[in-house]
């Protein structure tokens, strides 16, 4: 008389983890991009609250001012996050580097915002340093 066994093989149960292994890889690594472009958004959120000093200075001057000072601004270190080391702004540009706690990926990167003007409106254009990637800069930062 033959015995019946019920549950799973050994190699059912390889399969299954080897397919568990390779859902969470794939999690993790989306997961670390989101958590690098969420650092990234910080710098994008601290460069918003500039552009409105630098803007009111120009509709008031007619030029842009040469650093942060002339802008009514905190010195560039002082403008900082969790994930931004500094901002610095010079003749009407930002310049957003990361830093402190940011992911190494985006250590030392930098996001730039520079103004161009349009019949007396200023328009803001996102760039970004070479080497820090697109997928984690702002939709408006991707070109």
């Not at 560039?76 to 957003?96: K, M």
């Not at 520079?114 to 970004?128: D, K, L």
């Amino acid at each position: 008389m033959k015995s019946q066994h019920s549950g799973f093989t050994l190699i059912e149960l390889m399969i299954v983890v080897a397919i568990i292994a390779i859902l969470a890889a794939i999690a993790i690594a989306q997961y670390q991009d989101y958590a690098i472009r969420a650092q990234v958004s910080e710098g994008a959120s601290l460069a918003d609250g500039v552009k409105s000093s630098i803007a009111e200075y120009y509709q008031n001057l007619g030029r842009f001012g040469t650093d942060n000072q002339s802008f009514g601004l905190a010195t560039p270190v002082s403008i900082s996050g969790r994930y931004v080391s500094q901002l610095d702004a010079s003749n009407g540009i930002i310049d957003v580097t990361f830093g402190g706690t940011s992911h190494a990926n985006i250590q030392g990167q930098h996001l730039i915002f520079s103004p161009i003007i349009h019949t007396g409106s200023i328009e803001w254009v996102c760039n970004r340093s070479n080497t820090l990637s697109e997928k984690y800069v702002p939709p408006i930062c991707r070109h």
